[in-house]
């Protein structure tokens, strides 16, 4: 028996990195998955690979951002799959800038993909999972929700608010007896199309700064997305039934200092 056989998941920005290593593990581990991403091709591909190798999965093209995207891709893992037991929001963005040097363009963009696409999805499967007996909805944050970057002012703000989200949607859920567990993980860097695409954006000062990250960490390296998926795996399974509001840091010592 798998560590969530027989349960029903969505995982948002699926496509790729910390998602796509959550579609598999989550799929080799016995559920059958939702894979949803802004990227088609990419997305398909990750559900074409685990249907091959013996799990169940299909694919939502979604744009997290987009209210009438939520509704539809709820529609479609619920009607696709046979409804909802796992929703792991964590589809999000980062574009590099200070409090000075960010747009409001680009502050927005960031809070539409990474914070409000947390507040459409956890309310959408609340939802859903308030009428079958509850769930689990976790939601990617990251070390930049609990600590400061100088130069991601708008994606520590974003995080900092799913952070605080998690903690206020777990304690409605449980007051209200809906059996739907809410929790938050927060990743250290890891080794992600998403941060190497940040790093990149530095240009000359990439390779240094990668060098000072890998210093930051006590264990003397990244991290990789299978890292995060298995902190996923375990707040998705029953083994976390008592589990709820909690942040489960997952960052190589990053933090402890």
């Not at 308030?130 to 974003?158: Q, R």
């Not at 998690?166 to 409605?172: L, M, P």
Request: proline fraction near 2%.
């Amino acid at each position: 028996m798998g560590r969530v056989d027989g349960k029903i998941a969505m995982v948002t920005g699926g496509a790729m990195g910390i998602g796509k290593a959550t579609c598999l593990l989550l799929a080799r581990e016995g559920a059958a998955v939702a894979v949803t991403d802004i990227d088609t091709e990419a997305g398909e591909a990750v559900a074409r690979e685990i249907n091959e190798n013996g799990g169940k999965a299909i694919f939502c093209q979604q744009d997290v951002a987009s209210e009438q995207d939520w509704q539809r891709a709820i529609g479609c893992v619920v009607s696709g799959l046979g409804g909802l037991d796992i929703l792991v929001n964590n589809a999000g963005i980062v574009i590099v800038g200070t409090v000075e040097s960010a747009t409001l363009k680009e502050w927005q963009k960031t809070q539409a993909v990474n914070l409000d696409s947390v507040f459409l999805g956890t309310q959408q499967a609340i939802a859903v999972m308030k009428e079958s007996g509850g769930g689990s909805i976790v939601n990617l944050s990251s070390i930049e929700g609990i600590i400061g970057e100088p130069n991601t002012a708008a994606y520590n703000a974003s995080k900092g608010g799913v952070r605080i989200f998690t903690k206020s949607a777990a304690i409605h859920c449980a007051e209200q007896g809906y059996g739907i567990r809410v929790n938050s993980v927060h990743p250290g860097y890891i080794q992600t199309p998403l941060v190497e695409n940040a790093v990149c954006s530095l240009g000359k000062d990439a390779d240094a700064f990668v060098q000072q990250v890998i210093a930051r960490h006590p264990v003397g390296h990244l991290g990789e997305a299978d890292d995060i998926a298995y902190g996923i795996l375990y707040l998705a399974s029953d083994e976390s039934k008592f589990v709820t509001g909690s942040e489960l840091v997952i960052d190589g010592g990053y933090t402890a200092r």
